[in-house]
């Protein structure tokens, strides 16, 4: 049995330890009263310095810096270029669209063709528009896609992963196949296309912002569906977000997720005969919509959000947060 102060060293040390074991080394020295101090020594700071490779100092505020003007400044992404994988349609494509009105060039990466004409939307936003055939379910397919977009826009700032697959269907009848292909799809192939996003700003050297599209299924049960595997699937999106949050900090890749309620796509409206449920039971009495969710990816990709890291924002209407009236 652990009193509750030996319980509390105990945790702190090991935390510590680890640290020790990886990197730095890092001094342990317990007070007599039994409380742990933990002192860094300047070899370890400078470790870090250098990993980071960007400021680690707090910039100077007075309360004059800060006009109306800065904001919309702060959420331009001007000579960006952001990947979007599942941008074909639906959230990825209004996503995409987004980030092309903040400036950025953009790269569809995804199965199916995009909706719209990239020669339109090219001429309405002012930015490159690029797509790749990519399935998230392929590895080396992947590297490919990755390498063609490094040749031919030649970096990548932001990265969006939007490309993901539903099921509906009581837990009990859930077979191998389809749930391993929800987690290929909706687990896997965020990860993987994270990581290679990552892997080039770590090249560049500038740091970048990644946001993992995970969902209201990842925080609790949801009116009239059975979605137990996705909800799994979208559970580990949203703890990614704030694990790789952590582990990717030194080199100032900012990673953050959204979890959308119901949303007005071609997902949601498959589901025929639940519509009246996506209408009725969010708190804020409608369906969503993508255009819903466009100001907080903004946010959160934008320099705006640049001490926002390992962040979840759930934009349901108010459904994760319950019902009372029924
Ligand atoms: N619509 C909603 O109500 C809702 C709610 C919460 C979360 N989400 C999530 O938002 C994201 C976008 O969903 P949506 O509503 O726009 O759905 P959608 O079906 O309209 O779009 C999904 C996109 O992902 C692409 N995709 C699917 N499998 C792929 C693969 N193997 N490789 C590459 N691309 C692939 C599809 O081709 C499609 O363009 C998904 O991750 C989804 O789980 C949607």
């Known amino acids: 049995m652990f009193s509750q102060r030996s319980l509390a060293t105990t945790l702190t040390s090991q935390v510590i330890l680890r640290h020790g074991l990886q990197g730095p080394s890092l001094s342990i020295r317990r007070a007599s009263t039994g409380a742990v101090n933990c002192r860094i020594p300047p070899t370890a700071s400078s470790y870090h310095s250098q990993q980071r490779g960007f400021r680690t100092t707090c910039p100077s505020w007075s309360p004059s810096a800060f006009t109306p003007g ?9 000579g960006k270029v952001t990947v979007v994988t599942g ?32 020669a339109d939307l090219e001429k309405r936003y002012g930015t490159r528009f690029r797509y ?14 990755f390498d063609n977009v490094i040749k031919d826009v030649g970096r990548i700032d932001n ?6 697959l539903a099921l509906d269907k009581p837990f009990l009848e859930h077979t191998w196949e389809e749930s391993s292909r929800i987690l290929d799809i909706n687990v ?44 799994a699937s979208k559970a580990a999106i949203k703890l990614l977000g704030r694990t ?23 997902m949601s409206q498959q589901f025929t005969e639940i519509q009246h ?4 039971t969010p708190p804020l009495g409608r369906i969503g919509t993508p255009e819903d969710l466009a100001l907080a990816v903004a946010y959160m990709l934008s320099d705006g959000a640049s001490y926002t890291t390992g962040a979840d924002i759930a934009v349901t209407g108010g459904l994760h947060n319950g019902r009372i009236d029924i």
């Open 87 to 118: 941008g074909a349609r639906g959230i990825g494509l209004t996503l995409a669209e987004t980030v092309a009105g903040l400036g950025s060039d953009v790269v569809i990466l995804d199965v199916l063709q995009p909706e719209r004409e990239l």
């Open 244 to 266: 790789l949050a952590v582990e990717m900090a030194p080199f100032n890749i900012r990673v953050n997720t959204l979890s959308p309620g119901f949303i007005a796509t071609s």
């Open 188 to 231: 896997l192939g965020s990860f993987f296309s994270a990581q290679l996003a990552a892997k080039q700003m770590i090249k560049q050297g500038n740091g970048g912002s990644i946001v993992m599209i995970a969902s209201i299924a990842a925080h609790c049960a949801i009116p009239a569906q059975r979605v137990s595997i996705y909800g």
């Open 277 to 280: 449920v996506f209408q009725t």
């Open 70 to 78: 800065s904001v919309a400044e702060k959420l331009s992404l001007n």
């Open 159 to 164: 990265c969006i992963t939007s490309a993901g």
């Open 132 to 145: 790749y055939r990519m399935d998230v379910t392929s590895k080396p397919g992947m590297d490919a896609a």
